[in-house]
């Protein structure tokens, strides 16, 4: 049965890369999207079957983008996590003279691999200018293809192995803990091996008539022995102060202890809204398969 996916495009991206780790049956399709909230509404109107983007990176926190989408624009559960080791890379253009670094007027990448790189930017290239892109693979085409400018790319290995560009330097981000989250998400369940480790995810609105709600909110996990490995506010755009909470609780949807925490919520004049259920799987930095933990 063929399967679609959209991926953080264009090709060579570190979501591309994920994705095919995730889903390696023969049958499955890939397509490059050109932004996050583009795969996303690409899945939502049923153009493709599910969509992988970002969802949180270690060194710089959550991909913000990522998660007001899910909040404010779709309703798509998540029905899976990757966790997998970045490492970024530096890159030119083929030319016939290698390009010095004291020659690069401009560094194209993501945001997110520029905040991730910025140590060796301040050291090695403090001179050139920083343009921010849709994708690190898109830096390496933009590069590529401009090859009169003295511009360089931070990608991934992958965009190296897919566009005409030079290697210049390799793992240049500021640590080796830097591991990215990766979820999909879609409207059809999707079948995976069991996983030693699962996740539910919700988002939780606090009624604004209620001190201490918060306080209330993690008790509910509390007394139930409930671990949450995140909480995370994020705007509601309808005023200062006021704030959704992303949780993510670490175990898989039961019979009894999470609805009986969800209700507890609810009887508090909280708005509960399940984001999904769901195994993570770990791509270890040193191997090729991924493993489960």
Same mark, same amino acid.
């Given at each position: 049965m =063929? ?12 979501? !591309? %890369? ?18 996050i /909230?583009?795969c996303? %509404?690409a899945? $939502? $109107?049923?153009?493709?079957d ?5 969802? =949180?990176? @270690?060194? =710089?926190?959550s ?7 899910i909040?404010?624009?779709? +309703?798509l /559960? ?6 997998m080791?970045? *490492?970024h ?6 030319? !016939?003279?290698?390009l010095?670094? @004291? ?9 997110? $691999?520029?905040a991730?790189?910025h140590?060796?930017?301040? %050291?090695? #290239?403090?001179?050139a200018?920083i =343009?921010?892109?849709? @994708?690190?693979?898109e830096?390496a ?6 090859? !009169?400018?003295?511009w360089?790319?931070? *990608? $991934?290995?992958?965009a190296?192995?897919v566009?005409?560009?030079?290697l ?5 981000e +500021? ?7 990766f979820?999909v ?8 091996? %069991? *996983? ?6 919700i #988002? ?5 008539d209620? /001190?201490?709600?918060?306080?209330q909110v ?5 007394w ?7 909480i ?12 959704y909470?992303?949780?993510d609780?670490?175990?898989?949807? +039961? +019979? ?12 508090l ?6 984001l ?8 270890e ?7 489960l933990?």
């Amino acid at each position: 049965m =063929e399967r679609t996916f959209a991926f953080l495009g264009p090709r060579g991206t570190n979501t !591309e %890369e994920a994705a095919r780790l995730i889903f390696q049956e023969k049958g499955n399709r890939f397509l490059p999207y050109r932004t996050i /909230p583009d795969c996303l %509404e690409a899945a $939502a $109107a049923g153009k493709v079957d599910y969509a992988v983007v970002p969802w =949180e990176n @270690s060194l =710089e926190g959550s991909v913000n983008l990522t998660l007001d989408w899910i909040i404010h624009k779709i +309703d798509l /559960p998540i029905l899976s996590e990757l966790i997998m080791p970045i *490492s970024h890379h530096l890159v030119s253009a083929k030319r !016939e003279e290698p390009l010095a670094l @004291s020659q690069v007027t401009k560094v194209l990448s993501h945001p997110q $691999a520029v905040a991730q790189c910025h140590s060796y930017l301040h %050291e090695h #290239l403090p001179h050139a200018e920083i =343009e921010y892109v849709s @994708s690190t693979a898109e830096a390496a085409r933009l590069v590529s293809e401009r090859f !009169e400018e003295p511009w360089v790319a931070i *990608s $991934a290995m992958q965009a190296v192995h897919v566009y005409p560009v030079t290697l210049i330097a390799e793992n240049i981000e +500021d640590t080796e803990n830097n591991f990215t989250r990766f979820i999909v998400l879609g409207k059809k369940p999707l079948p995976f091996p %069991e *996983s030693e480790k699962y996740k539910t995810t919700i #988002l939780v609105t606090l009624p604004s008539d209620f /001190p201490g709600a918060l306080h209330q909110v993690l008790s509910a996990f509390a007394w139930r022995r409930l671990n949450l490995s995140r909480i995370e506010s994020r705007p509601t755009k309808t005023g200062l102060g006021n704030y959704y909470f992303v949780i993510d609780i670490e175990q898989k949807m +039961d +019979d009894v202890l999470l609805p009986g925490a969800f209700a507890e919520m609810e009887a508090l004049g909280c708005q509960v809204r399940f984001l999904g259920t769901y195994p993570v799987f770990v791509k270890e930095r040193n191997g090729a398969r991924i493993s489960l933990r």
